[in-house]
């Protein structure tokens, strides 16, 4: 059974940084994709980023391309977000998500596998 666990959220100011960890286990397959998706209080779901290990092609969203970062250890199974230039907009709980196979990453992916989700909150 594939679990993920997120960390690293907190509150930061506007303009901050903060880096969330993924971390995976139970993987059956040689390939993945790890996607960060975030939700605020009222709104949908929104998927941010996700990279893939079968070709490393990496996607962002509109709202965060060029200030977040997505990557990944190859070795521990662990996925990052690094996230500058916070804004308060940004505040939500974000969660991450995975599935197996030799996909590269994009927008809409059906994941089958989440974590439990890491609040971050952006405010002075």
């Known amino acids: 059974q594939v679990q993920l666990v997120e960390s690293g959220g907190g509150l930061v100011p506007p303009g901050g940084s903060l880096r969330l960890s993924c971390e995976a286990s139970?993987?059956?397959?040689?390939?993945?994709?790890i996607g960060w998706f975030r939700q605020a209080p009222g709104k949908e779901r929104e998927e941010i980023a996700a990279?893939?290990?079968?070709?490393?092609?990496?996607f962002y969203a509109d709202s965060v391309k060029g200030r977040f970062t997505v990557s990944r250890h190859s070795a521990h199974y662990t996925a990052y977000l690094q996230m500058d230039k916070l804004k308060p907009e940004d505040t939500a709980v974000y969660y991450c998500?995975?599935?197996?196979?030799?996909?590269?990453?994009?927008?809409?992916?059906?994941?089958?596998?989440w974590g439990q989700g890491t609040q971050v909150t952006v405010s002075s």
């Open positions: 990279i893939s290990t079968f070709d490393d092609s990496t």
């Open positions: 998500a995975t599935v197996e196979g030799t996909v590269p990453a994009g927008p809409g992916l059906d994941y089958p596998y």
């Open positions: 139970g993987f059956t397959l040689d390939y993945y994709v």
